[in-house]
């Protein structure tokens, strides 16, 4: 069993996710059947002689969430830690009948691997963005991706449709989508308990997509913070494409300042001791004075970089000792063991100031116990800038770790804080955690994945099921007078960088030959693309050729295109020298200049800095032609600005809806298509490429799916 950490990262009572909750706080349970899947489970079962003794983990998730998970009746699947193998039908069973557990068992070299390996020693220093001490290990990655595998398979054995899975924390970044692989209606939310690091960390390690795409396998995906949220999202777009109570101050002194962590090095306790050192060396008033009660517990001493960090923490308290200490006042007392709870206690309302300076924290529970613990409204904390509850307990004196000069100066700060201004910070952060405590926290993250489940399923049921393309093959053939209209890129072509090499293969032109072909059918291709290219690739064939999203139009039988629009290119010389600095700023992005419109292409620019780019152009042009008949499109990949007064639903609205047609069938991938979708009468069948919100009827995956269905068709 794992010792308690004060400090530990998972944080169950973090109130920031993925986005703020929205609704009532109001008590009680969510309707649904809980699943909790965590490392750990909130209970561990030994043998002591010939009884089974069950002792509650404390710390962590496990300890957060022990109340809760009885609350909701929830059943907790999670690795027992080391078992005999001769136990685990015993172990197992007693779980499961007195506290509804559920035990996965893990071979040691397999735990150690995926725990002690893979996730302390490779994830861990990574989320908390220290590279430096990340172990890149193809055999610790196995074995962390083995046990996902068995988790996954444990659950997916006891989902029940209806059945929330909530899954916990940095160790099972890949149990969402294999839960989703193997249960793909499952409703699974995500909660991590550590930071998440901007993208250049996590791209270090060689299997970063995987997590990635592990966790997109979950509903909702929760941080503690924004920032980590941000964090994510980028990776994501850039990724993917204690009887101290009892202890008095010490001799000749009146102030006690404390901090307690696990040995770590994100925890930044040698550059604590260092500002510690600073304050006595600017500030000998304080001298005899103020006492700072330094508690270290013990982990991973065996690591190589936990064992120097323990040496150059011992080096350091002892160097300050000797240089400032008296016979009748120790500096700072050192405390290297583990802290019971009655301790901890009583170090937290016995302290005047609680020194809370992380390098790296997802949020930090001292400075949330710290606060709650005070039965009487004093006490001073500081906190570091860079733990998640800095974000919430702001009246805190939030310092930079890494500046030496503002952390002594809080320090300061601390100790000749009237008792008033102490009062007043200590019950607006006592207050803003009453209301979002724990409780709180674990019923908002399930109403919220409760609501994107809903959203999730309306866009699911929009899905072009196997049924629904029989019924629509049905009316296809019965059909005597059918309209077919389909945009180009990316709805019957899929995208590429490079846009002149898109052209329509062999599978498309039979595909347009054959339906074209059919006098029952009158086929249309609605399109971004210039008059030009849908000339060179479509001009043979009896089709109705629609360009620049309406502007040009050849109609079927007809050999010349007509402009809906008078030409006037006088616009451009106004806004042509603003995009082509674009192209300049931005490499790998380019121009496209049409009869009636300036495109800036950028499918070949970094995804991020690429949408940056684009929101700006779209500001820029916006703001150019305010006065013109412009209009500015936001496409996929793509900004167009063009002539106002045409879209890609101007022609059917105008011409081809006055036919009486039997059958009319619309395709299209980005919002330029909406507007086709738009007109469309009631009994028309529209379909969506890709999974985004549509006015639609149904939406497929990729170009290859609307083949197939053009397919079913002809055969």
Wanted: glycine letters at 8%; proline letters at 6%.
């Amino acid at each position: 069993m794992e010792p308690w950490d004060p400090q530990r990262d998972s944080g169950p009572r973090a109130n920031v996710l993925v986005r703020r909750l929205r609704g009532s706080a109001s008590a009680g349970p969510v309707d649904m059947n809980l699943i909790l899947v965590s490392n750990r489970l909130p209970v561990s079962v030994r043998r002591v002689g010939k009884e089974l003794e069950v002792r509650p983990n404390p710390g962590g998730v496990a300890a957060g969430l022990a109340s809760f998970y009885r609350e909701y009746g929830a059943r907790w699947f999670g690795w027992p830690g080391e078992v005999a193998p001769e136990e685990t039908g015993p172990i197992a069973a007693r779980l499961e009948s007195e506290f509804d557990c559920h035990p996965i068992f893990l071979p040691r070299q397999l735990a150690r691997a995926y725990y002690g390996g893979f996730s302390n020693g490779t994830l861990w220093p990574l989320l908390h963005s220290f590279s430096t001490y990340v172990r890149y290990s193809a055999s610790d990655w196995n074995a962390y991706r083995d046990v996902n595998e068995r988790f996954a398979d444990e659950i997916a054995r006891a989902v029940r449709p209806g059945d929330v899975v909530w899954i916990h924390d940095y160790q099972l970044m890949l149990l969402p989508r294999l839960i989703r692989e193997r249960k793909p209606d499952a409703r699974i939310g995500f909660f991590l308990h550590v930071p998440f690091p901007p993208y250049d960390v996590l791209r270090l390690l060689p299997w970063h997509r995987d997590l990635l795409q592990g966790l997109l396998g979950a509903d909702l995906v929760g941080f503690h913070t924004y920032d980590y949220m941000r964090a994510f999202l980028s990776g994501v777009r850039r990724g993917l494409g204690h009887a101290i109570g009892r202890m008095r101050k010490g001799p000749g002194s009146s102030k006690l300042v404390f901090s307690i962590s696990r040995l770590d090095y994100t925890k930044g306790i040698p550059q604590q001791v260092e500002a510690y050192g600073q304050f006595l060396a600017t500030h000998p008033e304080w001298r005899r004075k103020v006492t700072y009660l330094l508690a270290v517990v013990p982990s991973r001493e065996r690591v190589a970089e936990y064992a120097r960090l323990k040496r150059e923490i011992d080096e350091n308290v002892g160097r300050i000792n000797s240089r400032y200490g008296t016979m009748a006042w120790t500096p700072i007392r050192y405390l290297f063991r583990q802290l019971d709870f009655e301790e901890l206690l009583g170090l937290y309302r016995t302290s005047d100031v609680a020194f809370i300076v992380p390098l790296r924290d997802g949020m930090n529970l001292v400075a949330k116990e710290y606060v709650a613990s005070k039965q009487e409204p004093h006490g001073v904390l500081i906190l570091s800038e860079m733990a998640g509850a800095s974000k919430e307990l702001l009246e805190a004196l939030v310092v930079n770790p890494n500046d030496v000069d503002e952390v002594v100066a809080a320090i300061d700060r601390s100790l000749t804080m009237p008792p008033e201004e102490q009062a007043v910070r200590i019950r607006a952060m006592q207050d803003r955690l009453r209301r979002y405590d724990a409780r709180t926290w674990a019923k908002r993250f399930l109403e919220r994945l409760d609501d994107v489940v809903r959203l999730s399923q309306d866009v699911t049921v929009k899905g072009l099921t196997s049924a629904h393309r029989k019924k629509i093959e049905t009316r296809y053939r019965v059909a005597k007078r059918r309209l077919l209209m389909f945009d180009y890129d990316g709805t019957i072509v899929p995208f590429s960088v490079n846009r002149d090499a898109v052209t329509p293969d062999a599978r498309v032109m039979d595909l347009a030959k054959e339906l074209s072909s059919d006098p029952a059918n009158h086929v249309a291709l609605v399109s971004g693309r210039s008059r030009r290219d849908l000339e060179k690739w479509f001009g043979g064939l009896p089709m109705t050729l629609i360009g620049e999203h309406g502007a040009w139009i050849r109609d079927r039988g007809d050999l010349e295109w007509k402009a809906l629009l008078p030409l006037d290119a006088a616009w451009k010389d106004r806004v042509r020298p603003f995009i082509d600095r674009f192209v300049e700023r931005v490499p790998g992005s380019s121009t496209e200049e049409k009869d009636f419109s300036i495109a800036w292409h950028y499918r070949a620019v970094d995804p991020e800095s690429g949408a940056a780019a684009a929101k700006e152009l779209v500001d820029v042009l916006a703001s150019l032609t305010v006065n013109f008949d412009l209009q500015v499109l936001s496409g996929n990949k793509v900004v167009e600005i063009r002539r106002g007064g045409v879209n890609k639903g101007t022609y059917f609205a105008t011409h081809l809806a006055r036919e009486p047609w039997d059958f009319i069938l619309a395709a299209g991938d980005d919002w330029t298509d909406e507007a086709l979708f738009g007109v469309l009468p009631s009994d028309a069948i529209s379909i969506h490429i890709g999974f985004a919100p549509s006015a639609a009827g149904f939406n497929l995956e990729a170009p290859n799916d609307l083949l197939d269905v053009l397919e079913s068709f002809v055969r």
